[in-house]
């Protein structure tokens, strides 16, 4: 399943005519941008550009059955499937770059799924924090703020590329079977589920590093036109410098959240889900918690967490 023909979908390129390669129609909407003029609920906190370009993608070892049963489901129910990305490895001589426009249609279902996990996480222990009258363990706000850092991914793809009739009850499906699988599945085991997340955040690594190579071999020419502009949305989200608001540098910092998201999981699936501190919550040591989880693609090991994070009364 690919691209430009899911429900036919318009694509936005936002290149100015005269510079428009022609593969797709010009729409002049801009769908959230009304978004740039109210505040942001969780302001991004900035990439160290460093930190950005040394991102690379992993695969942490299945160490456990629950391990091994998390990274199965993500590899035989992968995106790549859903999406219809080609592998060039596969098909050799017979590859066909993908366009601009199936990139898109790829993030933007990515993105509607990878917005769900947080959120059922964070309420769930919501829930049971006012239910059992106990404190979180500092869990709650990284998981809500994970879910909204991936809905800003959405709705920077999606001023780039509108949704046909299709697509919208894809996206219908498969949140309604996600959201209630990911809610059972939590209830019943936390950490498999932060294991599982921790792998579908690798292959968002994997996806994001994909495209930069593709950015990078040319072969998405509107993308590096110099005439291309982002959205608004993602300069203010990501207080991206000028001089620094291609293209390539908006995937690059999406590409660091989801390393972000990826040493997050991976961590909180190595910890006791009821009396382990959560190692990222803010203010908890002076190291910026996204970075800290972005250069730990396997996430902290439990005796480090406990050792070094422990929470002070
Ligand atoms: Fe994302
Ligand atoms: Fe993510």
Redesign the pocket.
């Known amino acids: 399943m690919v691209g430009g023909c899911i429900g036919g979908e318009r694509v936005q390129t936002r290149l100015s005519t005269s510079a428009a390669v022609g593969r797709h129609d010009i729409t002049p909407a801009k769908p959230t941008s009304s978004l740039t003029s109210l505040p942001l609920t969780w302001p991004h906190k900035g990439w160290d550009v460093k930190v950005v370009q040394e991102v690379v993608p992993s695969h942490r070892k299945p160490r456990n059955l629950s391990d091994r049963i998390a990274w199965r489901v993500i590899r035989l129910w992968g995106m790549d499937f859903l999406t219809g990305m080609p592998s060039e490895q596969k098909a050799g001589n017979n590859y066909r770059a993908m366009s601009e426009s199936q990139w898109l249609v790829r993030f933007v279902f990515?993105?509607t799924v990878?917005?769900i996990p947080g959120a059922v996480a964070g309420g769930l222990r919501h829930l049971h924090s006012i239910r059992r009258f106990k404190l979180d363990q500092g869990w709650i706000k990284t998981l809500l703020e994970e879910s909204y850092?991936?809905r800003m991914?959405?709705l920077t793809f999606l001023d780039m590329y509108r949704p046909g009739k299709l697509m919208r009850l894809m996206v219908f499906l498969a949140q309604g079977i996600f959201y209630n699988t990911m809610f059972v599945g939590y209830l019943l085991s936390p950490s498999f589920c932060h294991r599982l997340v921790g792998y579908l955040e690798d292959e968002?690594v994997a996806t994001y590093t994909k495209c930069l190579d593709e950015i990078d071999k040319g072969r998405l020419p509107q993308w590096t036109d110099p005439n291309f502009k982002i959205p608004d949305l993602a300069v203010k989200y990501w207080n991206m410098p000028e001089g620094k608001r291609t293209m390539r540098d908006l995937i690059l910092y999406?590409r660091a959240?989801?390393a972000s998201?990826r040493g997050v999981n991976h961590t909180l699936a190595n910890l006791d889900q009821v009396s382990d501190p959560n190692p990222f919550i803010e203010g908890h040591s002076n190291i910026n918690h996204m970075h800290l989880a972005a250069v730990r693609p396997a996430g902290l090991e439990r005796e480090e967490v406990l050792e070094k994070y422990a929470l002070k009364d």
């Open positions: 990515l993105e990878a917005g850092n991936e991914h959405l968002a999406i959240d989801e998201h």
